[in-house]
């Protein structure tokens, strides 16, 4: 039982960050490739995930637990993102009928 | 073997996260994307943070990812609305991807930090030991974040109730 | 009792998921092979309780279940900061009290502006 334990925390530092930053690069990538308003948005969820658990990945490194408070308000501050968000992609789509940004180019010149 | 267990979540954290972006159809992306969630909650279990881990299962996957697939539901989208970019943008965003990939990866190398994640103090991720990070040092974001929610909650109204 | 926090502890939460999907997956597996299939044009539409289903599922809803989700979720973050709080309430004491009052305060504002808005009546 107690060996199990020990070897759960064996992992390097620098997978936790790899994993961060592969699954950041890909939220990245769906942002540029996809056109759906809600895709983009979910690719933004994403990002800001890849971030919490690099937050925690240190948090649990350092042994301060104020990365993981970080957490906490990376999450409220995701929230009101997606409230505010999605309510603007609703209200595009009640105007244009469509959710595709490349709709939104009246502010292009 | 537990850190395999590692290796293997990250495999399928890295696997549903791409099937998030590469799916057509917008549904099956949320539902991946929750999926994707479910293993980082995992992740955190793995780190130690319980806390988190609950939380992140409520209020991400529980609400969240909920209100993402409401949203898709409320839209009208019977008939395939979103028209593929052109393969050229598409690898021009993969190709931008990948770049700042190799730069965070490069940078990683070049720093060189390879110390194995060691628990100091296993009580870290309980509810206590936050909630005093939380109330002592983290005070005034905790009541900023107050007014964050706030100009949220007014925003999301003053959107979504436009003929008002 | 202090509070244990490996992640060996969650061993049981992982086996009662595992039984809980084992069960629903044996039963479904099972039934689909046990069971006789005859298949007929009427067996296979969505049953409506006898009338004739019309239309497709996905009809566009009202905006008004998308407030009250969107509310919904801003009051649920709130259950991040509450938690922590209520553990450690006896601690804080008074000044914690206050504190959270703030809070509370600053989202009641919300949920009062959001009543005056008349964002949760439903005609």
């Known amino acids: 039982m107690e060996n199990i334990t020990q070897a759960i925390q064996g992992i390097p530092l620098n997978h936790y960050i790899l994993l961060s930053a592969v699954i950041f690069a890909i939220g990245v990538m769906g942002v540029l490739i996809r056109r759906n308003a809600i895709v983009i948005f979910m690719s933004i969820e994403l ?46 789509y009640r105007n244009t009928n469509s959710i595709d940004i490349n709709v939104l180019n009246k502010l292009k010149w | 073997m537990s850190q395999s267990l590692f290796y293997l979540i990250a495999f399928l954290s890295i696997f549903f996260s791409l099937m998030v972006i590469f799916t057509k159809n917008p549904v099956h992306s949320v539902l991946y994307l929750i ?86 103090n296993p009580g870290l991720g309980l509810v206590k030991n936050l909630g005093k990070v939380l109330f002592n040092e983290f005070l005034l974001p905790f009541e900023i974040s107050s007014l964050l929610l706030l100009s949220a909650m007014v925003g999301a109204v003053l959107l979504a109730k436009k003929e008002a | 009792m202090e509070a244990q926090s490996t992640p060996v502890n969650y061993l049981p939460i992982i086996f009662q998921m595992i039984v809980a999907l084992g069960f629903v997956v044996v039963t479904m597996v099972v039934t689909h092979l046990v069971g006789p299939k005859r298949k007929t044009s009427d067996k296979l539409i969505p049953f409506e309780s006898g009338i004739e289903s019309i239309g497709n599922a ?53 949920f009062i502006y959001v009543l005056k808005k008349g964002a949760l009546d439903w005609e």
């Open chain 2, 35 to 120: 999926i994707t969630f479910f293993t980082f909650t995992i992740h955190y279990i793995l780190l130690n943070a319980q806390f988190l881990a609950i939380v992140n299962f409520i209020v991400y996957m529980g609400a969240i990812m909920v209100l993402f697939l409401f949203v898709l539901m409320l839209l009208n989208l019977n008939k395939d609305t979103e028209p593929a970019k052109s393969n050229l943008l598409k690898m021009a965003g993969v190709v931008a991807g990948m770049c700042l990939l190799v730069t965070l990866v490069g940078s990683v190398k070049a720093l060189n930090v390879s110390n194995p994640v060691v628990l100091t």
């Open chain 1, 47 to 92: 990002m800001l995930n890849a971030v919490n658990l690099l937050l925690t990945a240190f948090s649990a490194y350092r042994g301060d637990a104020a990365g993981q408070v970080f957490v906490f308000f990376i999450m409220a501050l995701a929230a009101a993102e997606v409230a505010v968000g999605l309510a603007i992609i609703v209200m595009v």
């Open chain 3, 58 to 110: 996905r009809q566009p809803f009202s905006i008004k279940y998308f407030l009250v989700a969107i509310l919904f979720v801003l009051f649920d973050v709130e259950v991040i900061f509450m938690y922590p709080w209520a553990v450690n309430f006896r601690d804080f004491g008074w000044a914690g009290v206050i504190e959270m009052f703030i809070f509370m305060g600053t989202l009641l504002l919300g």
